[in-house]
């Protein structure tokens, strides 16, 4: 076999790594109302704040997206040197 594929590594290198709610939605390829559920419920992780903006983390967002679908979350992205 050969070797492991990461969820994120088809994916293009984001040009930042917090994104807005809407880049998060897109990521997960679903509506920004669906992620908004998906939030709620605990599928997908909740935004910080950077000063007076919120944001999602792509790292924790590649890890619930690697858990969605049976994956386990160490198998997603470790740190931003993975995109290199």
């Known amino acids: 076999m050969g070797r492991a594929v ?49 944001v999602y983390d792509f790292l924790e967002c590649d890890r619930a997206f690697n858990k969605l679908k049976g994956g386990a979350p160490e198998q997603a992205l470790d740190d931003w040197g993975d995109f290199q």
């Open 6 to 54: 990461h969820s994120a590594e088809a994916l293009p290198r984001p040009q930042r790594r917090g994104l807005s709610r809407v880049q998060a939605a897109d990521f997960f390829g679903v509506s920004p109302s669906t992620f908004d559920k998906m939030v709620r419920d605990g599928i997908a992780p909740k935004p910080f704040a950077i000063y007076n903006r919120w």
